[in-house]
């Protein structure tokens, strides 16, 4: 953060000194208590053998389309269909899972359809002892058994693919036994209209003995970045207490690898969800119940386990649970969601992963242990805002800068998509909203240069001044004040106009890095204004997939600031004072190449804007003084 904010104003000042601006004289919130329980394994790493294949079941709804294998009943594929796919530059090209979506259809009368995007797939994580020969990183994989925690009654060399039992367009059941007492139900159904999947876990113990399980999910093994190597700073695990009116959303740092967990949430009544954002998606969990199921009518009566506190909302249950069957007793098991990092084997990307974890629960013969929960994912755009609750909303506010500037963040979002709803190209929006901009400080810049110009005049007076007091500090200040007064020159009004107008430059940059609007978006050579301009790259392997480029548009912006400052005269202050000011102003035509590499690899949209702007300030700069001199 601290970085950040150093960054914005070194860009800002640098800005304000090369475009307009001419040299002159003068809290964290402290972990939660972490529940009594064993680190979270590394779902998904089983050594599957090369023989084992699985078939998958496809449901969908209008929003979403989620794509379940009958390996351990896991998710293979979460796509939104209204997000789609970017068109990287051809050195960037992937052909795989991370920046595909759906096979491209047809519709009956021809027309191609545009793939949707996954936004959960599958991705390869790094070789290692735990991880040998591993098929696919799934999504909402039930854990194995460990030797210091029993998880779902799930040994990891249980590889055998599950049996759909039930299929519909918007739901499936997939059911497998283990062939030791316990068998096992895993329902998903998608919401009518949104991409919420409702899940439910039944455990039915066959046996004649109780069994202690301790269940535990992986529900995100990585999620959908653009591209990853210019995106994994934006990635955050979140959680959201408190509801839709007095909501938080609260973040934590996703760790470099999996060899550290860090703890999301630990039992909290005011949990609402907890998940993990990318820089334009998100995919949260929803907390149900995890309790023993009443025993079915006619059925022996059985006494009732003990469960561990209830660690749920505190409403009551609704009278059905989310997949409209019979709700579970109050009881709720504890849980706990932990958050880790790894690296994707193919690209040495960093991505996330998000474990939950729940308390010892005793299964007594012939009942059986109910899960209930939801799984819910969202892009980041308007649109995709307007469909989610006021709490899930907030999931776009997970950097404190974004947070901070919101408001004139979304005026200028605002302002951007009323341009581009006449004029339909993101890049013109652009170039005229850097317009109205300058249009709408024009006359803080006239004033900026105007106070300029009569501090330059009136530089053979002050020189004159610091010659006569030059042992009297005192004495010195208080006739340059009457000096200035005399004239009515105010001593900062080169300097206010910056203050008034840096707010509006970190909204600016608030505003293209996290537009998701203006993803995909492309302008003459630029393939994505979200993305850097690369007009061509050779990634280097030996620096974890960075990629030597060239990139025209901060070439552009350096181009133009050093022109204008060559053709822009030394002030009189500068030439005929100090020496070190006269060699300062000298320096600072040569800043540009400094921001010009600090531009290098941001969004394209917004260099775009800062290079248009430095054009602009170039004419501007001229006819301003031209005017003033006359």
Not at 591 to 618: C, E
């Amino acid at each position: 953060m601290v970085m950040r904010v150093i960054l914005l104003i070194s860009i800002f000042l640098g800005l304000a000194l090369t475009a307009e601006v001419v040299p002159e004289t003068v809290v964290a919130t402290p972990p939660p208590v972490v529940l009594p329980a064993a680190t979270p394994p590394a779902p998904g790493q089983v050594a599957v053998p090369e023989t084992t294949s699985y078939a998958t079941v496809t449901i969908e709804n209008p929003a979403a389309r989620v794509v379940i294998s009958t390996q351990r009943a896991s998710i293979d594929r979460f796509e939104l269909k209204a997000s789609h796919p970017i068109k990287l530059p051809r050195h960037l090209h992937r052909n795989d899972d991370e920046s595909i979506g759906s096979t491209v259809q047809g519709d009956p009368a021809g027309n191609k359809i545009k793939p949707a995007l996954a936004v959960l797939s599958a991705f390869s994580v790094e070789s290692s002892s735990e991880a040998t020969r591993l098929a696919k990183n799934q999504h909402h994989w039930l854990s194995n058994d460990s030797e210091t925690a029993l998880a779902w009654g799930i040994r990891g060399n249980e590889t055998a693919p599950w049996t759909i039992a039930t299929r519909n367009p918007d739901a499936a059941t997939l059911t497998w036994s283990n062939g030791r007492g316990l068998s096992y139900a895993v329902t998903y159904r998608l919401h009518a209209t949104l991409a919420q999947l409702a899940v439910l876990v039944a455990v039915t113990n066959t046996g004649t003995t109780p069994v202690a399980l301790k269940p535990a999910v992986t529900l995100i093994n990585g999620i959908h970045q653009d591209y990853a190597p210019n995106e994994a700073a934006y990635m955050v695990a979140f959680t959201h207490r408190g509801g839709d009116q007095d909501g938080t959303i609260e973040t934590t740092s996703v760790p470099a690898t999996d060899k550290g967990w860090a703890t999301v949430a630990n039992p909290d009544p005011k949990v609402d969800f907890v998940g993990v954002k990318s820089r334009f998606f998100a995919v949260w969990w929803r907390p149900g119940q995890v309790a023993i199921a009443p025993v079915a009518p006619g059925s022996p009566a059985a006494p009732a386990p003990v469960l561990p506190v209830a660690a749920g909302p505190e409403a009551a249950p609704p009278a059905n649970g989310p997949l409209g069957g019979p709700s579970a007793p109050d009881s709720t098991a504890a849980w706990r969601a932990d958050v880790c990092g790894f690296t994707t084997q193919q690209h040495q990307d960093h991505q996330g992963r998000l474990n939950v974890s729940f308390g010892a629960i005793q299964v007594p013969p012939g009942r059986t242990l109910d899960a209930n929960w939801t799984v819910s994912a969202s892009g980041m755009s308007n649109a995709d805002l307007k469909s989610l609750s006021p709490a899930e909303q907030r999931i776009e506010l997970t950097d404190a800068m974004h947070k901070f500037f919101i408001f004139p963040t979304r005026l200028l979002t605002m302002v951007l998509g009323w341009i581009v709803m006449v004029v339909p190209n993101y890049a013109v929006a652009v170039i005229l909203l850097t317009l109205l901009v300058k249009a709408a400080l024009f006359r803080l810049t006239w004033k900026q240069h105007a106070s300029m110009i009569k501090m330059q005049k009136l530089a053979p007076e002050l020189k004159y001044i610091q010659e006569q007091y030059k042992t009297d500090k005192a004495k010195l200040a208080q006739k340059q004040m009457e000096l200035w007064k005399k004239n009515g020159v105010n001593p900062l009004g080169g300097c206010l106009p910056l203050l008034i107008q840096m707010p509006i430059f970190i909204a600016l940059y608030q505003t293209f890095q996290y537009n998701a609007d203006m993803r995909g978006a492309s302008f003459l050579w630029v393939s994505d204004l979200t993305l850097p301009d690369q007009v061509w790259g050779m990634p280097l392997a030996f620096l974890h997939g960075w990629v030597l480029s060239l990139n025209p548009l901060p070439l552009i912006y350096i181009a133009v600031t050093i022109w204008m400052g060559l053709t822009t005269p030394i002030p009189v202050t500068a030439a005929g004072g100090d020496p070190m000011q006269e060699q300062m102003a000298k320096s600072m035509r040569w800043m540009p190449v400094l921001f010009g590499l600090i531009f290098y690899n941001m969004p394209a949209g917004l260099v775009l804007y800062f290079t248009v702007n430095a054009v602009i300030s170039t004419i501007e700069v001229k006819f301003i003084r031209r005017r003033l001199a006359a």
